[in-house]
Structure formats: C-alpha cells, structure tokens
C-alpha cells in the first residue's frame, strides 16, 4: 500500500519551454503533497508544500510563477517548470502524505522525474 | 543556524557485519526522525520512525536510536548483505507541521 507515481520519470526539453510532472497516491488519499528537488549527489531540497484544494506553500527561494504547483484533488498534484533553463535541471521527487496526526505522518515518496533542459 | 549532518562519505563493510550510520543536529527540536533509503535515480523510501521519547526502535535487521541530549540519531542494519548498499538519508520535522528537512545521506556499500 501507498504507492506514488510520477509521470513522466524523465523528460527532456528545449530552453524556453515548459514542462509538466504529475504525481498520483494511487491507494491512499493524500491530504498534503511535497514537492522536491535533488542536484546530483545532494540531499533533497523541499521545494513546496501543497494541499488540496489550496495553494501551494512555497519554500524560500523557490519561485512561485516559475514552479506552478496544483493540486486538485486528493490523489493528484502536478508540478509545471515554466520556461525552462538548463539550470532548472534537475531530479524531482514529489510525495504525499495521508493526514491525521500531522506530527506523525510519514510521507510516501514517488520515484521522482529526471528534467534535462538543453 | 541548523544543520543536519550525516557523513558525506561512502561507508565501507563487509557483508555479515553490522552498518552504523549517523545523524547529528543542530537548532532543531524535533518531535521525530525518519530514516529513508534511497537507491540512484529513485525517489526514497521509508523505513523508521522514531518519536523524540523514543530511544530504539526496530524493524527487522534494522535499529535506529534517538538522544535528543545528543541531538543524534543512530541507524543500524545488522547482518549486511550487498542488497543493503544504497544511500540512507535521516529526516526530521522542522516544527512546522508534518514537513520534513532531510540530511545529506550516507552511501553504504556492502562488499560480499
């Protein structure tokens, strides 16, 4: 149980465009979605916190108009990287966790989605 | 300012001995610590938690301790196998709800 899923694990694309990466609890409803960045042999920098039905939280120095975070229903989240730069590649891992007890919650990563921008 | 430090360097060991992993603090308070395993170009996966009135825990050949006077977190896995080689990160709330801040990680390698 608790299984996330990303889509698409890697993508390449031009400078200048945008990218959308989805991230699905596929068995478990999840209250908040967390939205990571990871730069090759580093630890992975939360990027933003999101609820359903609400906006994103985002964390410092994380662009809010460049990562448009939406998360519109309890199973759904998606990550848009608008007008990408080759230094917006990266390695994204979003996941999600299932509520109740917020001091508690274990969070359940997705197997992330590597961006290359040319 | 806070930090979370685990040894930036491989461990080395032999498979059948017991790996030692390590997460040190500073400025935080958590209420808990997780510890995630995390193989190359996959997204982590969860293992422990520990709560902060919580000196050990177990889970299998796994054990993970807690010293919140030591702001230091200890992870165990005994009897290594090669299968247990991957990058263990520690994790631990930042008194803001459910977030998590994660250590560098430690790579493990188990030679058989």
């Known amino acids: 149980g608790a299984v996330v899923s990303q889509h698409p694990s890697w993508v390449i694309c031009k400078s200048g465009t945008s990218v959308k990466i989805e991230c699905r609890s596929l068995?478990?409803?999840?209250?908040?979605m967390f939205w990571y960045r990871q730069f090759p042999k580093q630890s992975l920098m939360l990027m933003a916190t999101?609820?359903?039905?609400?906006?994103?939280?985002?964390e410092q120095g994380v662009e809010k108009d460049k990562f448009l975070i939406n998360h519109a229903s309890l199973t759904l989240s998606t990550l848009t990287v608008t007008s990408a730069h080759p230094e917006d590649s990266s390695f994204y891992i979003c996941?999600?966790?299932?509520?109740?007890?917020?001091?508690?919650?274990?969070?359940?990563f997705g197997p992330g989605t590597r961006l290359t921008v040319l | 300012s806070q930090k979370i430090e685990q040894n930036s360097e491989a461990l080395n060991i032999q498979e059948g001995k017991t790996a030692t992993l390590t997460c040190n603090y500073t400025?935080?308070?958590?209420?808990?610590l997780q510890w995630y395993r995390q193989d190359p170009g996959r997204g982590p996966v969860f293992l422990l938690l520990?709560?902060?009135?919580?000196k050990e825990k177990r889970k299998e050949r796994l054990k993970v301790t807690f010293d919140t006077t030591l702001k230091q977190s200890l992870f165990h896995i005994t009897a290594s196998q090669p299968a247990d080689s991957a990058t263990y990160l520690c994790a631990l709330n930042n008194n803001a709800g459910n977030m998590l801040t994660f250590g560098g990680g430690t790579r493990l390698m188990v030679k058989p």
């Open positions: 996941s999600a966790s299932m509520g109740g007890s917020a001091s508690t919650d274990t969070q359940y």
């Open positions: 400025n935080y308070s958590p209420a808990y």
């Open positions: 999101s609820n359903e039905g609400s906006k994103a939280t985002y």
């Open positions: 068995d478990f409803q999840a209250t908040t």
């Open positions: 520990i709560r902060e009135n919580e």
